[in-house]
């Protein structure tokens, strides 16, 4: 797939399934993993429709700063559609 993307600045309350660390940085869709309830409506135990989920593949000089020891190095995140906005 490989589009850029931007995982949201937002800081919600309550329970949230995306890492703090995560939140406004920029990746690339590695693939799209299908479609699944949102965690975060059934930890309340809301209904909720499936929605897509990827991996969002990061490197380590986007999360830490171009000074890291390995800044090519990178993290693979699964991550929900509502979480994402192009980049």
Do not use: Q
């Not at 949201?8 to 869709?29: D, E, F, N, Q, S």
């Not at 965690?39 to 000089?61: C, G, K, N, Q, S």
């Not at 800044?71 to 979480?83: G, K, N, Q, R, V």
């Amino acid at each position: 797939m490989s589009e850029r993307v931007r995982v949201r600045a937002l800081m919600p309350p309550g329970h949230v399934r995306t890492p703090a660390y995560l939140r406004g940085k920029c990746g690339i869709v590695e693939r799209t993993l299908g479609p699944f309830p949102n965690p975060e409506d059934l930890a309340y135990r809301h209904r909720t429709a499936p929605i897509p989920l990827y991996r969002v593949r990061f490197t380590m000089a986007e999360l830490w700063g171009g000074d890291t020891d390995a800044p090519d190095d990178t993290l693979e995140a699964e991550i929900y559609a509502h979480w994402l906005e192009p980049a």
